[in-house]
């Protein structure tokens, strides 16, 4: 099946920072991509979605200039959380989709100090 | 709009028994639905999905789940459990382009298997 990747797996910044997160399909394209935030022992909530070429559609209640999105290509999204802060602490995980599926990365644990 | 009721935050059963978890959704039109597992740390894997095919679903690892329209329900059962069962387990709900869609997941059920 499709696979998607996820880079960094894991991270620790400094609070006021910001980091990029990458999602990658591996060996398909993708002019959609989600991207979905997890807390502890919780469900996944969709964030927003990535559309190639064109502004990311964002859920209600997620602040889109904190949570910046990039769709650079077909294959590469970036998620881009900005001066980060504690309460970002989650666990983020991208998926794109692919002849009626989604594949879902393995997801990245960004923690802020 | 949709959403997705998963109906118990964790579930216990001895190794060898049945597995049941319990799904239900709404949606304004007809859905697609999806079971995931997640083993911690990881990401998530399809066990099965319904697409407006067949009711009955079979998945992965011995998984399968049915399709009850009047009753919106999507449960998923294993007739034998295995330690290795051991995980969350998410139901979720996609309302168009065939799952091609950001999808909407259930609170997930834990499921632990007892030896």
């Known amino acids: 099946g499709a696979v998607v990747s996820q880079h960094p797996s894991r991270v620790i910044c400094k609070s006021g920072t910001s980091v990029k997160i990458e999602c990658r399909s591996l060996?398909?394209?993708?002019?959609?991509m989600f991207w979905y935030r997890q807390f502890p022992k919780q469900s996944l909530m969709l964030m927003a979605t990535s559309n190639e070429g064109s502004k990311a559609t964002y859920e209600q209640g997620v602040e889109k200039d904190k949570f910046l999105i990039n769709h650079a290509s077909l294959t590469l999204s970036t998620l881009t959380v900005t001066s980060a802060h504690p309460e970002d602490s989650s666990f983020y995980i991208c998926?794109?989709?692919?002849?009626?599926?989604?594949?879902f990365g393995p997801g990245t644990r960004l923690t802020v100090t | 709009a949709q959403s997705v009721t998963q109906l118990g935050s964790h579930v216990s059963v001895s190794e060898g028994a049945l597995v049941l978890l319990r799904c239900n959704y709404s949606s304004s039109v007809p859905p697609y639905l999806f079971w995931y597992v997640q083993y911690p740390n990881q990401g998530l894997q399809l066990l099965l999905k319904y697409t407006s095919a067949a009711t009955l679903v079979k998945g992965i690892n011995g998984f399968e789940a049915e399709f009850k329209k009047s009753e919106t329900s999507f449960h998923l059962t294993k007739p034998s459990a295995h330690m290795s069962d051991a995980a969350e387990y998410f139901c979720?709900?996609?309302?168009?382009?065939?799952?091609?869609?950001?999808?909407?997941f259930g609170k997930g059920t834990h499921l632990i298997i007892q030896p």
């Open positions: 060996d398909f394209q993708a002019t959609t």
């Open positions: 998926s794109a989709p692919s002849l009626s599926e989604q594949y």
């Open positions: 979720a709900v996609s309302a168009g382009r065939g799952g091609a869609d950001g999808l909407t």
